[in-house]
């Protein structure tokens, strides 16, 4: 990974930890050549230009009949019938028409298209045009969707099902991509079980990871769950000095200011340069990003609500800008606020709601503890609120960053 400028603060505003965490993200995956059906979510590293003209040929948009727009208004008589995948020949004389089918090439000899249903009078071997069609009507051009040469899509797009269906109609079967990302994700803590293990009262399951994890490949990235930190320094040291195979490393937990959170000492025995350790948000001050070597780093909090709204904030468009993609930044949706809800100022606040016809309904009055899970089932978005505000107002349009992200090519301010 190649090298980043650095920046030294002691705790940044989240939209400045937003920013920087981008800008240290740098793609720098190889590529592979891939067969269409196992692209979707992939990246393409390479430009691609249009091979062959949409339409290819001249055809008719719907069922009616094909005749010279100098005929319009007159009674014509019906010589053949075109159906799709037909190669009519020009035949037409003085007075007369095709009967086409939708899809169907259309001969030189004809230049307009006018529906059956708008026809007024069709018998079985003539047809009334109508007066008013004008010339051209539902005469699908060659090329007017797409000339050769032209760009089809550019390095970057990351492959949804329309890019696949247009790449296919182009007769496109494999694409050169970026490799996929090997992210490691790790949790900490003496006190975790995980799930398929039985845990007392005084042991916590390990929610963290799993969630990360869904929420990874809920974006078309494939993590691999590495396991615990072990609980010694010299151990974890060990454990972090592995894990530099990985082009990213997320953790949670331990990398607090407590004497068990050695965390951050274990990565910067093995090289990490931090871009950042402590961003003014709530919840997620403690959170940290940095590069090892040639791997990212992102480690956040150890509370359930607090590392999952974070790693979808800041760490999922890194993620996307490692990976190669062009659209990385978070998109906003304008939303009407519904009740008044308060938080304290000079700092950020992630706040959860639901959308829903450009509305936004904050969840449970912002009264929400950072261990919690369940106010995430409740909702479906983020209102992310600024440093020099107390108050969100009934009324007042925020701007809303939905669980099913929109990114864009752009970086935009989505804090309120």
């Not at 940044?12 to 979707?40: P, Q």
């Not at 247009?166 to 799930?195: F, H, M, R």
């Amino acid at each position: 990974m190649s090298e980043v400028k650095i920046t030294k603060l002691d705790i940044l505003s989240f939209f400045d930890a937003y920013r920087i965490a981008l800008e240290g993200a740098k793609c720098t995956l190889s590529s592979e050549t891939v067969m269409l059906d196992n692209t979707l979510g992939r990246v393409l590293s390479e430009d691609l230009k249009v091979v062959k003209n949409t339409p290819s040929f001249n055809n008719s948009a719907l069922d009616g009949f094909a005749f010279k727009s100098e005929d319009a208004g007159k009674k014509l008589n019906i010589v053949a019938t075109i159906y799709a995948g037909d190669k009519q020949k020009e035949i037409l004389k003085e007075g007369e028409c095709y009967k086409i089918m939708t899809g169907a090439k259309v001969p030189s000899d004809v230049d307009t298209i006018v529906a059956i249903e708008d026809c007024l009078n069709v018998e079985e071997d003539f047809v009334e045009i109508p007066s008013n069609v004008k010339q051209g009507n539902a005469l699908r051009l060659k090329g007017e969707e797409l000339k050769v040469g032209d760009m089809l899509f550019e390095k970057g797009e990351k492959l949804d099902f329309s890019h696949i269906a247009l790449l296919a109609s182009q007769g496109i079967s494999a694409v050169k991509v970026y490799k996929k990302l090997s992210i490691a994700v790790v949790s900490t803590g003496n006190e975790l079980k995980e799930p398929w293990d039985s845990a007392s009262e005084d042991e916590i399951y390990n929610a963290n990871s799993f969630g990360i994890m869904a929420l990874l490949k809920k974006f078309d990235f494939e993590p691999c769950y590495v396991g615990l930190v072990p609980d010694d320094f010299d151990k974890t040291v060990d454990f972090i000095r592995d894990l530099k195979r990985y082009d990213v490393i997320i953790t949670t937990g331990g990398i607090s200011m407590g004497d068990a959170d050695f965390l951050n000492e274990a990565f910067e025995k093995n090289g990490l340069k931090s871009f950042f350790h402590g961003v003014n948000v709530k919840p997620g001050r403690p959170t940290m990003m940095g590069i090892m070597g040639n791997t990212f780093v992102m480690a956040m909090p150890g509370n359930p609500l607090t590392t999952l709204l974070n790693v979808f904030i800041l760490s999922i468009p890194a993620l996307l800008k490692l990976q190669g993609s062009n659209r990385c930044y978070l998109d906003v949706i304008t939303a009407k606020n519904t009740k008044e809800f308060k938080f304290k100022p000079n700092r950020s606040d992630i706040v959860l709601g639901k959308l829903e016809n450009g509305k936004f309904y904050v969840t449970r009055n912002n009264k929400i503890g950072s261990g919690m899970l369940s106010p995430l089932n409740e909702s479906n978005a983020v209102a992310i609120m600024g440093e020099d505000k107390s108050v969100a107002k009934e009324g007042e349009m925020l701007k809303v960053v939905p669980f099913e992200a929109i990114f864009t090519d752009k970086m935009i301010e989505f804090a309120n």
